[in-house]
Every structure is written in structure tokens, then in C-alpha cells.
């Protein structure tokens, strides 16, 4: 298996000129795959968020390439200088301090670049800190919804988490360390005591520290934490389970109305609505009355 697994990282660069979009560890080298390591080996030069943060991973692989900056102030002018490598016949791989390029950090706009003018972009996956936390966490059975960093301020900071918060699926939001005692008020502030939560940090580090309850448990665990402003936080935040509710008696409600009103256009109102209780189970005179709403509306 070995050889099968190293032939094809041996591979990986015999292609056309490409970019090698490759994920880092997120903070423990060992998450490193065989794969992005035979990347960085062998394309031309390296394209990094930090030129220095990837020169000392690099050290400490034994990898010396050339190293280019590209990071969120000249993404759009280091999108040409990659694509100028790729026409001279170089690849080059694109690498951010850690996690994948173009989640939560730059890479979109050298991606689109690269693929608009027809070359291949190759992802080369690995860690995450959002996948770190959401399998961490117990509380993502299907669908959740990535937001990335908050906003560090002002009315749209309260105005997305308002937003975020009322969809159905679990959030997650990365959160800087000097800001997650205002993201607790926030969260504090919105009611979100009694929503269930998961508070990473240090993901995948020494001191990987997780909390987990209701918001009231979570709050306090890290406002009781004395290192909660060392290292980045990753959370996810339970789905809001009334919108659900609201939408399921909402869609019931309109059940009722239509097979009403169509028993009504055929029957008497004490048929229609003795047939409606005995085939639902509902109350007798809920269904009375939403009949006779809907036969004064029809008359």
C-alpha cells in the first residue's frame, strides 16, 4: 500500500502547469498528508498567505522552495503573478498559515484567475478547523451552515448573528481570540442561554480545550477560562429547533385550510368538519372555527 500511496504522490506534479491548492495543519504537523507533502516538494515555487509561517513549516519538512506572498492586501496583483508562472510552464502551490487557501482565508480571486484562463486547479484537501469542531462537537446529524469570522464590530456584527441564529441548522463561527468574551456577551445578549453549543480552541494543539452544554454552561466555562484569549475559536451553535416548529404548524395550518375548503364546497359544515376530526385527531372546535372563517370568506 505504501508503494501504491507513494507512486501516486510521485505523480502529482507530472501534470500540465497547475495550481496545487494544498491544506496545512491547522496546528499539529503530524495532520500533514503524505499528498501535500510531495506537492510542496515538487512544484516550482509556493504561494503563501505568510511567506515567513510557511518558510518555517518548510524548514521543518527539509522543503526549500521559492516563496511568493499572497495574502487578503494584493490578492488580485499575486493572481497575475501565478498565472505568469503557470504560462512560463511552472506550478505553484498555494498555501495559507493554516487550513485550506480560499476558506476563511485568500484564494478565491488566484482560483478563479487560474481557472478562467484555462488552467487546472487541483485541490490537495486536509485538516480543518471547521470540520474539526463540527465532528467534535455532537451536534451537526446533517446539514450545517459555515460562516467564517464574524464581523469585528458594530450593527452588522448583532445584525448576522440575528440572522445566523434563527436558521433551523447549526452555525459555525470562527471567532479571534481578543473578541470571543464579546462574542459570549453577544450571544449572551440574543437569549442564546438555552441553545446547545460547542467552544473549541486550539484545535488540534497541545492544549485543545473544548466546551460543551447549553449556552448558560458554555458561557460560563469560558469566561472561567484564564487562557480563553489565546489561540483562535472555532464554534457551533445549535439550530434554532422553534423556527422549525413555527414552520411545521404553519404548513399544517395550511392543510387544514385547503382540505376544508374543499369538503366545504361539497358538504355541510358539521360533515365536513366531523370528517376533518375524525381523520386528524384535532379539536373539534379548532377545526369549527377555521371552517367557519373559511365558508364567511367563501360566501
Known amino acids: 500500500m505504501n508503494d501504491a500511496v507513494n507512486s501516486d504522490a510521485q505523480s502529482e506534479t507530472r501534470r500540465e502547469p497547475s495550481l ?12 500533514l498528508s503524505l499528498r501535500a507533502r510531495a506537492v510542496l ?7 503563501a498567505e505568510d511567506t515567513r509561517n510557511t518558510a518555517r513549516m518548510l524548514d521543518a519538512l527539509g522543503i526549500k522552495k521559492p516563496l511568493m ?23 505553484v502551490a498555494l498555501v495559507s498559515d ?8 485568500p484564494g478565491a ?7 478562467e484562463a484555462g488552467f487546472t486547479v487541483v485541490p490537495v484537501p486536509g485538516a480543518s478547523s471547521v470540520l474539526a469542531v463540527v465532528a467534535a462537537s455532537g451536534l451537526v446529524d446533517g446539514a450545517f451552515t459555515f460562516r467564517g469570522f464574524l464581523p469585528a464590530k458594530g450593527k452588522n456584527r448583532l445584525d448576522d448573528l440575528k440572522t445566523w441564529l434563527a436558521c433551523p441548522e447549526p452555525q459555525v463561527v470562527f471567532e479571534a481570540p481578543h473578541r470571543v468574551m464579546q462574542l459570549v456577551d ?41 487562557n480563553a484569549e489565546r489561540g483562535e475559536w472555532a464554534w457551533v451553535i445549535g439550530g434554532n429547533q422553534i423556527s422549525d416548529h413555527n414552520a411545521e404548524a404553519e404548513q399544517a395550518s395550511a392543510d387544514l385550510d385547503t382540505w376544508l375548503a374543499l369538503l366545504l364546497a361539497e358538504l355541510p359544515l358539521k360533515t365536513a368538519v366531523a370528517l376533518v376530526v375524525k381523520a386528524t385527531g384535532m379539536a373539534k372546535n379548532s377545526v369549527y372555527d377555521r371552517a367557519l372563517a373559511i365558508k364567511s370568506g367563501q360566501s
Open 109 to 115: 480571486v488566484v482560483v478563479r484567475c487560474v481557472a
Open 41 to 47: 516538494e515538487q512544484v516550482d515555487r509556493i504561494a
Open 69 to 91: 506572498a499572497h495574502h487578503a492586501h494584493n490578492e488580485r496583483e499575486s493572481a497575475q503573478g501565478v498565472l505568469a508562472c503557470l504560462q512560463r510552464g511552472e506550478s
Open 186 to 226: 453577544d450571544l449572551e445578549s440574543l437569549g442564546m442561554g438555552g441553545r446547545e453549543m460547542c467552544a473549541g480552541r486550539e484545535l488540534t494543539k497541545q492544549f485543545e480545550t473544548f466546551y460543551r452544554g447549553s449556552g448558560e454552561q458554555v458561557f460560563e466555562q469560558v469566561r472561567q477560562d484564564p
Open 20 to 31: 496545487y491548492v494544498v491544506a496545512t495543519p491547522i496546528g499539529n504537523m503530524g495532520d
Open 98 to 105: 493554516a487550513g485550506t487557501p480560499a476558506v476563511s482565508d
